[in-house]
């Protein structure tokens, strides 16, 4: 683990941030902790070095390190380590008696060490920012392709060991000069990696991108990476915030993706969880009653009782400043290491302290949460302002998303439900208007929604399409029928694709994706069917995902801000005008024919961009549209 030594101006800003008032910290009796060792008698009062950040610094090229553990409260912690036969070393408490520290000597830079804190002579702990640890539950589940050589668990221990190292194999980047795409013009490949790939290695994305450079997607969101409890999980169960998950392979297979994602021209957005924390947390073990399984009251991080009603795990408080610093130092650390174009914040309306039991009261606006957000963001600016992205799961109100999409963020818009009901021909459901920022109050521009008809969130809109259809269509027209329900899943494209503003997709929706999302466990491993993509059918989806994702980025039209929507109702229409183009969108979804008088702007020649085909509009202009049929028309040809 390698820490970036810091200007002595900013450890002390950031030193500041984050203390509490100060306390006496008594040296007390050593303890003997649960391996019999001993800590011994603490030095009082003894400032932090300058330089010295959180966890690990290495200085004298890396032959000595500095161990900063932030630990307010606390009445002795030593560092135990493969440098000191496991027997504690006392460190130092800072005269604040926030910070405890000591400098190690006589190491070998090139070596990996494991290492704990013993707190209060009682408790082993490992390093909240180390950048790799080892887990004697899971680590023996990790093959050795995935990741090579990895350091076995030091005998005779328990618990999760931290490891440090001061020459690490550094990656060479290739590409840094990548432009990120503009946000309007954003389509974003969600996936997961352990069930994109059967190997859940980073290294066999990176063989695999041929095939989202071929669907033309120009984002790629990583679901958590992050060190989380266990390996077969979604990642929102964090536990170590530095630590990439060794699961899917290195540090430096994650970097060499996003390189060669940058050098195709796909940007990089990781999940963030920072709502919340699980127990392997040593934050969340530091300040932990084990008789109510609740963090303590004294806690710098966290809250007792979570203040909203979809919390997991144990509940940031992000009003702290502790929380702040710690929050603030992960954000930086993967948009400076891994050089990471955008963030997916998870449950980021919980970051409130304003208490609520329903949706209703936890979706009310909340002015402190909008001041967190705003301070969070402008920080992120102070780092990367170069078009990054953030983009919150909020769900709040629209007049407090509206508020903080004025500072530059994003907002996940969620249109699933509507969708699906569109697909399986259940049309007096399927009004799908909050697909167009018109239906948000207050948005006048669509570049800050990112709307989507899946994601990893919500059931598979094929699988409802072939369990639960509508069957009612005259001559026997079934959405139950597999190439009926994935003609369905195209028309819906058509009209996601063709709405204004950044767009997502979820990892082979393009294929007509069909398990569900609860088979094995809703968090659990699924199928991975890349034969899909050898079946005709299947395969017609996947070019029509790509001719439309390409129409959308190649065609200025598709950013515009002047639109009308007819929603409802079985036939549905959109209106684009922009850069001298104009573009009318028709689909319908019911599972009969019908006709409708779609209202051209003007008469003349118009073109199919999906057929290559035009047609000569006179007005007004009436068709009848077969079940499942759309067309995307243009005044002037379409790129």
Not at 169 to 184: E, L, S
Request: include cysteine.
């Amino acid at each position: 683990m390698r820490r970036i030594i810091l200007l002595t101006g900013i450890i002390g800003l950031l030193l500041g941030t984050v203390s509490c008032s100060k306390k006496n910290v008594d040296p007390g009796t050593p303890t003997t902790g649960g391996g019999g060792v001993v800590n011994p008698p603490v030095t009082n009062g003894k400032a932090l070095p300058v330089g010295a950040g959180d966890g690990v610094t290495f200085i004298n090229s890396g032959t000595s390190a500095i161990f900063n553990l932030y630990a307010p409260g606390k009445i002795s912690v030593g560092v135990i380590g493969e440098f000191n036969n496991w027997q504690p070393t006392a460190m130092n408490v800072t005269p604040d008696g926030n910070n405890w520290w000591v400098q190690i000597d006589n190491l070998d830079a090139n070596k990996e060490y494991a290492y704990q804190f013993l707190v209060d002579g009682n408790l082993k702990v490992a390093d909240p920012y180390c950048e790799k640890v080892l887990d004697p539950a899971n680590d023996q589940y990790i093959p050795a392709s995935v990741y090579p050589a990895l350091k076995p668990y030091p005998a005779g221990q328990d618990g999760i060991v931290s490891i440090m190292q001061a020459n690490q194999p550094a990656y060479a980047w290739k590409n840094t000069n990548f432009v990120r795409p503009d946000k309007n013009k954003l389509v974003i490949y969600e996936l997961h990696v352990r069930d994109f790939v059967g190997t859940h290695s980073y290294k066999t994305i990176k063989d695999t991108l041929d095939y989202l450079s071929n669907l033309g997607v120009n984002a790629v969101e990583l679901m958590p990476i992050n060190e989380f409890e266990g390996n077969l999980s979604w990642g929102y169960n964090p536990s170590f915030y530095f630590a990439v998950d060794k699961y899917y392979g290195t540090k430096n297979d994650l970097k060499a993706l996003i390189d060669e994602c940058h050098s195709r021209g796909i940007a990089v957005i990781l999940d963030m969880v920072l709502n919340h924390s699980f127990g392997q947390s040593p934050m969340v073990q530091l300040y932990f009653d084990k008789a109510t399984q609740k963090p303590t009251s004294t806690s710098p991080w966290f809250n007792v009782n979570p203040t909203h009603p979809y919390n997991v795990g144990y509940d940031f408080n992000h009003e702290s400043a502790a929380t702040k610093y710690f929050a603030k130092n992960v954000m930086k650390f993967y948009m400076t290491q891994f050089k990471i174009d955008g963030y997916r914040f998870d449950l980021a309306k919980g970051f409130t302290e304003k208490v609520s039991s329903d949706d209703a009261s936890f979706a009310a606006y909340d002015a402190s949460r909008v001041a967190i957000w705003n301070e969070y963001n402008n920080f992120i600016k102070s780092i990367d302002n170069n078009n990054f992205y953030n983009i919150l799961e909020f769900f709040g109100s629209d007049r407090e998303e509206k508020e903080l999409s004025d500072n530059g963020m994003m907002f996940w818009s969620n249109v699933n439900y509507n969708f699906n009901e569109a697909t399986m021909g259940y049309v007096p459901t399927s009004n799908i208007s909050r697909l167009y920022f018109t239906s948000h109050s207050g948005f006048s521009q669509p570049d800050n929604l990112v709307t989507y008809m899946e994601s990893h969130d919500e059931e598979r809109l094929m699988f409802k399409n072939l369990q639960y259809g509508n069957t009612s269509g005259a001559n026997g027209y079934s959405v139950k029928t597999l190439s009926t329900a994935l003609a369905r899943q195209e028309a819906a494209a058509a009209f996601l694709l063709t709405a204004p503003g950044p767009k997502m997709i979820w990892q082979f929706g393009e294929l007509g994706y069909d398990v569900s999302i609860d088979q094995n466990g809703r968090t659990g491993e699924k199928p991975i069917h890349w034969e899909y993509n050898k079946d005709p059918l299947r395969h017609k989806l996947y070019a029509a995902f790509a001719k439309l994702i390409k129409m959308k980025i190649s065609n200025p039209v598709f950013s515009t801000s002047t639109i009308t929507a007819n929603s409802s109702g079985s036939v549905k229409t959109a209106y684009l005008t922009g850069s001298g183009q104009n573009v009318v969108v028709v689909g319908n979804f019911d599972v009969n024919s019908q006709s409708a008088t779609v209202a051209f702007p003007s008469a003349g020649t118009w073109y199919d961009y999906m057929t290559g085909t035009s047609i000569n509009v006179t007005l007004p202009y009436n068709a009848t549209y077969a079940p499942g049929e759309y067309h995307i028309y243009s005044n002037l040809v379409l790129k």
